[in-house]
């Protein structure tokens, strides 16, 4: 006897279910309509949808595409406003500066016409007084104060 990988389990007994029964054998109909040799006659495409689906696609895409520029538009605008505030956080800071240009470089202005800012140290014109901040007249008080601790006058006493 050959060996069966079902050898093992040829003794084993079998328990039938109540609750199964074997199928009836079913009967084709004497009239049913056999398959054809080639069934290339059934696919035939109707074209009579292609217009109906191109037309939605048309209208799918212009809609994405008018999504996708709206969203470009929104995207640049945003960047724009972020460059401006950033700008104008600067100039606050260093009016005149524009970061996409080459960095400032002071030169020296006409001296018969210029005019002196406040705080600046001195005029350019002979025939004007110097002009005096209050920054000015707290550093020369102070100064004055320094140097009077510093060197004890006549009514002072050392102790």
Not at 54 to 65: F, G, K, P, Q, Y
Request: charged residues 25%; hydrophobic residues 35%; neutral net charge.
């Amino acid at each position: 006897m050959s060996q069966s990988p079902y050898q093992a389990a040829h003794d084993i007994p079998l328990i039938k279910s109540p609750s199964l029964r074997v199928p009836h054998a079913i009967e084709l109909p004497q009239d049913i309509h056999p398959l054809p040799d080639s069934v290339n006659p059934y696919f035939v495409y109707p074209f009579t949808l292609e217009s109906l689906v191109i037309n939605v696609e048309d209208a799918r895409r212009s809609t994405l595409a008018a999504h996708a520029t709206r969203r470009d538009a929104y995207l640049r605008a945003r960047e724009d406003e972020r460059e401006r505030r950033k700008r104008d956080a600067l100039r606050r800071i260093a009016p005149g500066f524009d970061p996409r240009s080459t960095p400032l470089v002071p030169t020296r202005g006409p001296s018969s016409t210029a005019v002196s800012p406040p705080g600046f140290m001195g005029s350019l014109s002979p025939d004007h007084p110097p002009v005096r901040s209050v920054m000015d007249d707290l550093v020369n008080q102070l100064a004055a104060l320094d140097s009077a601790s510093s060197t004890p006058g006549p009514g002072s006493h050392s102790q």
